[in-house]
C-alpha cells in the first residue's frame, strides 16, 4: 500500500470528505463524487463493462463512516447505499482524477439523457 492517510474528516454539510495523507497531499472529495464512483459491485459491476452511471446524486450526503481494518473506511449514504469500500489507495485515485472522473461521469449522463439532479417525487 502507498497512501496512508493522516485525516480523514467530514465537512459538516456532509457533502465533502477531506481526506489528508501522510505525503501532504491533501484532497476533499465531493460526496457525489465519491458515490457514483463508489468501489462496491453495485456501481462497477462485475468488470469493466458493467460499469452503472448513478443519476441523481447531486444533492448525496455521507451519512456514516466506518473503518474496514487498516486499509479502506466504508461510507454509508442518504440514500442507503453503503456497500462500497474505500480503501486508501482508492481515495487517493479519486483525489487526483477526481476533476476527469467527474467530467466522465457528467458526459455518460448527458449520452444516456440522465440528470445529476434527484427526481422529485409527488
Known amino acids: 500500500m502507498s497512501s496512508w492517510p493522516t485525516e480523514i474528516r467530514l465537512s459538516k ?3 465533502t470528505l477531506h481526506v489528508s495523507f501522510e505525503d501532504g497531499a491533501s484532497y476533499a472529495l465531493a460526496a457525489e463524487l465519491l458515490r ?4 462496491s459491485a453495485e456501481v462497477q459491476g462485475h468488470g469493466p463493462t ?5 443519476p441523481g446524486k447531486a444533492n448525496v ?6 473503518p474496514v481494518g487498516h486499509y479502506a473506511v466504508k461510507l454509508g449514504f442518504d440514500d442507503m447505499h453503503d456497500t ?3 480503501g486508501w489507495d482508492y481515495l487517493r485515485e479519486l483525489g487526483e482524477q ?4 467527474m467530467q466522465a461521469y457528467l458526459d455518460a449522463l448527458a449520452e444516456k439523457g ?9
Open 98 to 101: 477526481g476533476e476527469a472522473k
Open 61 to 66: 450526503q455521507i451519512i456514516a463512516i466506518e
Open 13 to 15: 454539510d456532509r457533502r
Open 84 to 86: 462500497g469500500i474505500y
Open 114 to 122: 440522465l440528470s445529476r439532479e434527484p427526481v422529485r417525487r409527488g
Open 50 to 54: 458493467q460499469k452503472k452511471t448513478v
Open 36 to 39: 457514483v464512483e463508489s468501489p
